[in-house]
Each structure stands twice: as C-alpha cells, then as structure tokens.
C-alpha cells in the first residue's frame, strides 16, 4: 500500500523587508531586490505529505516549485527534510505569471506525474496572500479540494479525513482520492532537515532532462515538455496586473485619555463605531 503525493512549493520574496525597488516597471516584482524564503505555509503543507508518508512508509513525496533556477535552492531543502524528488519548472514564458498563468503551468506539471494520489499546496503566498493557486489547480485537475487545512486525522488509499481552520473553529471533512488540499499555517510546523540527507543532497546538480533520475539531480520541465498553450502563460496569460506595490507601516499619531466614567466610555465607542472600527 503506498500513495504518491505531490507538494507545490514557492521561493517567495521576503516581504517583511519590501523597499523602494520591490517593483518593476511592468508592474511584477523585482525579486532581485528582495531576500528569497521558502514561503512559509509550504513548508507547513510539505510537512503534512511527510506525515502521511510517516504513516504510510512505501509513499513517494515529490515537490514541485515554478520559478527561475535560484528556485532549485527550495527543492534541495525539501528533499533535506524528507522529500523524495524535486522538479523545477522553468522557462523565460512564464515570467510575470499571475494566479491563473501559474495554476495553468502547475496542473500540467501534476497531469505530467501520471495518477496521483495527494495533491498538497499551502494556503497562500506571502508575496500574493491570494490563495487563489490552489483552488485553480484543483478545478483545473477536476479534483476535489479540503481548504485551511490543519491536522490529517485519518489517511487510507481510499481517503483522506482532515481538520480544516474556518472563522469560529474547526471543522472535520472526508474526501476520496485523489484530492488537493491547502494548507493553513495552524497546521504543524515542518521537521528540521535531516544530517544524512543533507549529506546525500548537497552536491545535487539541476538536470535539463525531463526525465527521473534516481535523485542524482532536480529534474527542470519547461514550457515545451509540459505541451503549454503558450497563450495562457506569462504575461499574456495573466488577466490580473499589479498597479502598485506599498509597505505600509502603521504608526500611533496621538493618545486619547477617557475618564472611567459611562459617558466617556460611551463616547469612545461612538468615535470607534463611526470610524468603522468597530
């Protein structure tokens, strides 16, 4: 018995240190200008897969990340903390990829996997915060989806039983395989990478064939080996554009004083009412 899951994972920019230069001109971010991190609730969804691999040893983990081949450095730390194979998807076509350009990429990258089992992605980006990728690929894949996801409860070939986040609580949700699921970032945290495997991996070199290769390099598909529509990539694939991109800080411009008495209190929730705070 043994599943194949594959786990979408994104380099993204630090965007607790955005400056003046976080923007092209073109309105798509310049990510030269910004530290590069493994985005934060990938590491939460990979975590998941190595659970269930835990549970269900004869498993496979492949990790899947689109981007430029500084994207390689993500693949190799998953494959430190247990994955099995990393694929790069690269091409200068899906440069300036919007939510719908990169989920189109990413389903064809899954459909190229042959039958997979799990689908596992995290809940959003940092550098979109859209979670939109996601729920893109599992209608593009005709898969059904668990969203805001937490805690695998119960894992068989046949399904999955897992506790998603939702506003007032949780919630408990079985699904047949296949499935795509999202992670939340309440879920657990991702395990330390692992000495040997780091030992394994580190000399790992990018290959250009689109072919498996026994983990002796990170595999790079390109538009070409995924049959693209080269239409629906890129640029011109991507009905959404980025006007602007701010960091806002807020700051405290005055302190107000009340009186512990009813109408001063009463008073305060008037003014917090008609700011919409309340």
């Not at 983990?61 to 693949?75: C, D, F, H, K, Q």
């Not at 729920?135 to 989806?145: H, R, V, Y």
Request: hydrophobic share 40%.
């Amino acid at each position: 018995m043994s599943l194949k899951i594959a786990v979408l994972i994104k380099q993204v920019p630090d965007t607790r240190n955005v400056g003046k230069d976080a923007m092209k001109e073109d309105g798509t971010i310049n990510r030269a200008a910004l530290p590069a991190i493994f985005n934060p609730e990938d590491l939460n969804a990979l975590e998941m897969a190595l659970h269930i691999k835990d549970i269900i040893p004869d498993s496979q983990v492949i990790v899947l990340t689109m981007g430029p081949a500084r994207a390689t450095e993500i693949l190799k730390e998953a494959l430190y903390r247990g994955a099995d194979r990393g694929i790069l998807i690269s091409d200068k076509y899906f440069a300036g990829s919007d939510t719908l350009a990169t989920s189109y990429a990413l389903s064809l990258a899954v459909k190229k996997l042959g039958k997979i089992d799990l689908v596992f992605a995290g809940r959003q980006a940092i550098d979109g915060d859209t979670a939109q990728v996601g729920p893109q690929i599992a209608e593009k894949l005709n898969m059904p989806q668990i969203t805001y996801a937490e805690k695998v409860v119960e894992i068989s070939i046949q399904h999955i039983v897992i506790q998603r986040r939702i506003e007032r609580g949780t919630e408990t949700v079985k699904v047949s395989l296949p499935c795509l699921i999202t992670v939340h970032s309440s879920a657990p945290l991702c395990r330390f990478k692992n000495a040997k495997r780091v030992l394994k991996f580190k000399k790992i070199t990018t290959a250009e064939e689109h072919t498996s290769n026994n983990n002796s390099s990170i595999e790079v598909w390109n538009a070409a080996f995924l049959e693209a529509n080269m239409d629906y990539l890129g640029l011109s694939g991507s009905p959404t554009k980025v006007k602007k991109i701010e960091n806002v800080v807020f700051s405290k411009k005055e302190n107000v004083s009340i009186a512990p008495t009813q109408p001063e209190v009463d008073l305060l929730f008037k003014e917090l009412i008609d700011s919409h705070i309340l």
